[in-house]
């Protein structure tokens, strides 16, 4: 099944203590990118991959980091979490580079900083 | 810059009256524009999407949208609700042209509830 596959699906941590979610999708799509939701602001660009070692900066970057080692997956990490990341996260993966197509999303991260 | 403003973050219809979510854009080139749904508890599932072919655009589960370049609006519609239409829904920009500026802006969304 096509599919893109978010883990952890809720994770609660402390302040300060690093974490990594993953995202992988079998689509073998080129581009990949991370959002967060929060009530009232819909979703947000974090930050996006066109290929395998491009990333690039979203509309809130800040506190995140990415990489994209592989096609398939495009882990994200948060060095050093605060209380504000809390959030659900959605990671997305799109066909090619044409803008035109739909992104697929995973179904989501909700991350709980205490 | 792009940006979508939806109108509304509650609506409330009955069983069997018209839907209409409004999705109002702007966008310094022709946009693409895309319709999502969210069931409770899972990601973001595509409706439709606007990508300057035929302006009214059909989609899944019986939605339909129409681009209106002279009002800036993509808003969505269904004719007749059913309670499974129940979830949040979220209007997004891409501008266009294909290549360039890969962002996706999400409006803030609009949750449906359908009165039986």
């Known amino acids: 099944e096509a599919q893109v596959t978010q883990n952890p699906r809720y994770l609660i941590t402390v302040t300060g203590k690093k974490l990594t979610v993953t995202c992988s999708q079998n689509?073998?799509?080129?581009?990949m990118s991370w959002y967060r939701q929060d009530p009232g602001l819909g979703l947000r660009q974090i930050y996006y991959?066109?290929?395998?070692?491009?990333?690039d900066k979203g509309d809130v970057p800040e506190g995140y980091k990415v990489s994209r080692k592989e096609k398939r997956n495009f882990p994200l990490i948060l060095e050093s979490p605060s209380p504000n990341q809390t959030s659900l996260y959605f990671c997305?993966?799109?066909?090619?580079?044409?803008?035109?197509?739909?992104?697929?999303f995973g179904p989501g991260t909700r991350l709980t900083v205490t | 810059a792009q940006s979508v403003t939806q109108l509304g973050s509650h609506v409330s219809v009955s069983e069997g009256a018209l839907v209409l979510l409004r999705c109002n854009y702007s966008s310094s080139v022709p946009p693409y524009l895309f319709w999502y749904v969210q069931y409770p508890n899972q990601g973001l599932q595509l409706l439709l999407k606007y990508t300057s072919a035929a302006t009214l655009v059909k989609g899944i589960n019986g939605f339909e949208a129409e681009f209106k370049k002279s009002e800036t609006s993509f808003h969505l519609t269904k004719p007749s609700a059913h309670m499974s239409d129940a979830a949040e829904y979220f209007c997004?920009?891409?501008?266009?042209?294909?290549?360039?500026?890969?962002?996706?802006?999400f409006g803030t969304g609009t949750r449906l509830t359908i009165i039986p």
């Open positions: 991959s066109m290929n395998v070692e491009v990333t």
């Open positions: 689509m073998n799509h080129e581009y």
């Open positions: 997004a920009v891409s501008e266009g042209s294909n290549f360039g500026n890969e962002k996706l802006t």
């Open positions: 997305a993966s799109r066909p090619g580079a044409l803008k035109s197509y739909e992104q697929y």
